[in-house]
């Protein structure tokens, strides 16, 4: 007669060896049969969220995902928002920066959906899998299939439900749900298998505290850069500006010997009308190159990791600045440039977005892509009021002129360093200053609260 199985004492054999004991039943359960999907990490957090009475998500929320339509062809700057991938970098998805689409497109019974309600909850499921944020608005919004669009029921509020995915149980749940070879992706129909503890109304009313006081800092801070901005169209007198943009522009032979460009885009009068009312202020005008110095420290790749900047870290809608950690083997080609606090950061890739941003932390082996020109301070010309000057939609519009190539458009690093740039008074440069610090300020305060929020979400289920 053989002895009854004694799990503890197995595993107590077992104990510090990646080896875990998994019963049959789970297999059926799970369908998987994946070692990765049973690490002894993976199967301690499902225990403890076992011991925190957790739930399946979908008690909790509606499951669905964005639009399916191929719609690429009807995208545009400026219509009702539609959120990819991409866009999902930031807690509340109205500070991303996403591409559009027309109102008409966006009324579609297909697209019916995919349309976005306040408090929904946006998780990636393509691509940067486990990306989070909340919709915190009503105004029209749309997505596309990879977001999974996390409705509410009147269980759990949304605020609760964003930080847990946020939190290191959610992400490991999720990350362990995630299939395929290639084209990796988390299908819907995991969602049911992703627990979540049934937290109550006390501490779920803690939460949303905290993340509405963390909205409102954001809202102070963007309200404090429109301030900043509005300080410097007035000054120059372009508020509400617009060129004329005749149709017809008159250039002579020297003009087309000297750009080198024979292009009819190159030439339109509205860059002449944005030229005249830039150097027309009553201060004066310098170019960039003389008032900033260009940084071309290039990296030595002697250590084994560097935290590095993209294009994509660039948050075009707030003009802050992230990096990732990462392997010096796996560094693009592209990313060369030593980058320190108080570098201002112009992309030269699309330059018309607006990805303009000031390293306003520190991080040691720092380091950027080569596509963007990088400056520092060298006179008295504040970083601040640059970086509002050149994300001004004036100056945004202006920078297409030097645009080389149609799907992918670039500048130079010398389009950028012979911008005219207005010669401001000192006292409308400290204030545009000071705002944007205080705006910098905001946010960051925003962040801390939203991470402490996280915390103790973490912490609730480890108690």
């Known amino acids: ?84 991938g991409q866009d999902i970098h930031d807690f509340f998805i109205e500070n991303a920066n996403p591409i559009c689409i027309p109102e008409s497109v966006f009324k579609m019974p297909t697209m019916l959906r995919s349309h976005l309600q306040k408090n929904d909850v946006l998780l990636s499921i393509v691509g940067t899998i486990g990306g989070v944020s909340l919709v915190n608005t009503n105004a029209n919004a749309t ?19 964003a930080l847990f995915l946020q939190s290191k149980y959610g992400q490991n749940q999720i990350k362990k749900f995630i299939r395929g070879a290639v084209q990796m992706g988390f299908i819907l129909e995991d969602v049911n298998q992703i627990n979540i503890p049934n937290f109550s109304t006390d501490f779920q009313q803690k939460i949303e505290s905290l993340v509405k006081s963390a909205h409102a800092k954001l809202a102070e801070s ?3 850069y429109a301030q ?56 004066g005008y310098d170019f960039v190159k003389n008032q900033f110095k260009q940084n ?60 303009v941003a000031i390293i306003n932390f520190e991080a040691e ?45 670039v500048i130079k690093d010398e389009d950028i360093l012979n911008l005219p740039a207005p010669l401001l008074p000192p006292k409308i440069q400290e204030q545009i200053a000071e705002l944007i610090q205080k705006s910098f300020a905001l946010r960051a305060e925003s962040k801390r609260l939203l991470e402490e929020a996280k915390k103790m979400v973490e912490a609730e289920i480890e108690k």
């Not at 510090?16 to 690490?39: A, M, N, P, Q």
């Not at 997505?143 to 439900?161: E, F, G, H, M, V």
């Not at 993209?310 to 010096?328: H, R, Y």
């Not at 504040?382 to 992918?408: A, D, F, H, M, P």
């Open 1 to 84: 007669m053989s002895s009854p199985f004694d799990e503890a004492k197995y595993n107590a054999l077992l104990k510090g060896l990646e080896v875990s004991v998994v019963r049959l039943s789970e297999l059926e359960r799970t369908s998987r049969i994946d070692s990765e999907f049973y690490k002894k990490e993976n199967l301690n957090i499902q225990k403890l969220l076992e011991k925190s009475d957790s739930k399946p998500l979908t008690d909790f929320v509606h499951v669905s995902d964005g639009n399916h339509m191929s719609i690429s062809d009807n995208f545009c700057e400026k219509g009702v928002p539609y959120y990819r």
């Open 143 to 161: 997505c596309s299939c990879k977001l999974a669009i996390l409705r509410p029921k009147a269980r759990c509020n949304a605020d609760t439900i």
């Open 222 to 224: 963007k309200s404090l």
């Open 228 to 283: 900043a901005e509005d300080t410097l169209l007035c000054e120059l007198g372009l508020k509400d500006w617009q060129p004329k943009n005749e149709a017809v522009s008159i250039k002579s032979f020297s003009d087309f010997a000297s750009s080198g460009r024979l292009d009819a885009e190159y030439y339109q009068s509205k860059y002449d009308e944005i030229e005249n009312a830039v150097k027309s202020y009553k201060g």
């Open 296 to 355: 071309v420290d290039v990296c030595d790749y002697s250590e084994k990791a560097y935290n590095y900047i993209e294009i994509g870290d660039i948050n075009t809608g707030d003009g802050l600045a992230s990096f990732n950690l990462v392997e010096t083997d796996e560094l693009p080609d592209n990313a060369k440039r030593v980058v320190h606090f108080g570098d201002v950061l112009i992309s030269k890739v699309r330059p018309y977005r607006g990805a």
């Open 365 to 409: 082996n720092l380091i950027a892509s080569g596509a963007f020109t990088t400056l520092h301070e060298k006179s008295d010309y504040k970083k601040e009021v640059l970086q509002v000057l050149l994300r001004t939609q004036i100056y945004k519009e202006w920078l297409l002129k030097w645009n080389v190539g149609s799907s992918y458009p």
